[in-house]
């Protein structure tokens, strides 16, 4: 039997270039990923700790900010109230200017963002416009549905019209009724509105990806938010507020979304026996 021989140049080599292709992925990584390295090192950076799942930038005066934590207590229980129980974790980074928020978001836009990461990690990014618990709830929505459907279900899956529409049904901001019925008719009035009587629509399956949402201008992204809103209120209106646990139950077993978001909604018509005019018309 012949005997390997011991190559100490061989391993230096080997070693060499196994230090060049590391370095080399750890600067593609924060290349890409810039925002998701910041915040994952949010730790090392003079934001202050409140908590292992709270940051607080140092330019935020420290009377207004029992304010703000009260603010994210309650949108918590918003959050609970309306999925049953919450389950979210991510990480909360209050930013105090708009080039904090753009070095932990990776954007300028919105009051809010919400990033999660395939191994499980997530984070609520709050721009100095989005301390308040409308914004503060829906981000803690998009957080929801990761923590319960994982990042390759939540990315691979939910249609961005979905995701985004369920995260309005605890945002305030452009409908106040939360009777599911007269929430659903608020939204049908604001797309009928934005779409001139429905004469310039958005289909749904325009806005499944992350681009198709959000990659037009400021008309495209509100309308898109309003059909969202709109579809996603009248399948609630259907199904009832344990709609969404058992859509959740349904991809978790293995359903895929389409097919349970749509038989759901199948049976829900069959049940009401809606009027014609209570129909979406997209």
Known sequence: MKRLRFSFPLVLSITKYLMVGLLLSFISYYVLYSHIFYCQTIGFSTFEKVN?????SPGIAPGHRE??????????QRVAAFWGTATGEATIILCSSPEEYQK?????????????TPWGDSYIILNPFG???????????????????????TTRQIPQWFNEGLALMLDRRFVVETDSLQRYQSYHDEWMYLTHGAQEVLELEQLASMKGFFGGNQRHVMLAYMTAGMEVSYWL????????????EGIQDGRSFDESYQGMKKAGEARRRLPPSFYPLH
């Not at 503060?136 to 929801?144: L, V």
């Not at 319960?148 to 279900?153: A, D, N, Q, V, Y």
């Not at 209106?237 to 959740?248: A, D, E, I």
């Open 52 to 56: 292992k799942k709270l940051y607080v």
């Open 67 to 76: 304010q703000m934590y009260a603010t994210i207590l309650r949108a918590r």
């Open 104 to 116: 932990y978001c990776h954007s300028s836009e919105g009051a809010g963002c919400s990033l999660g």
């Open 131 to 153: 301390l308040n618990e409308d914004v503060i709830s829906h981000e803690m929505c998009h957080d929801e549905l990761f923590t319960r459907l994982g990042w390759w279900k």
């Open 237 to 248: 209106m259907l199904t009832g507020s344990q709609g969404v646990g058992v859509l959740m």
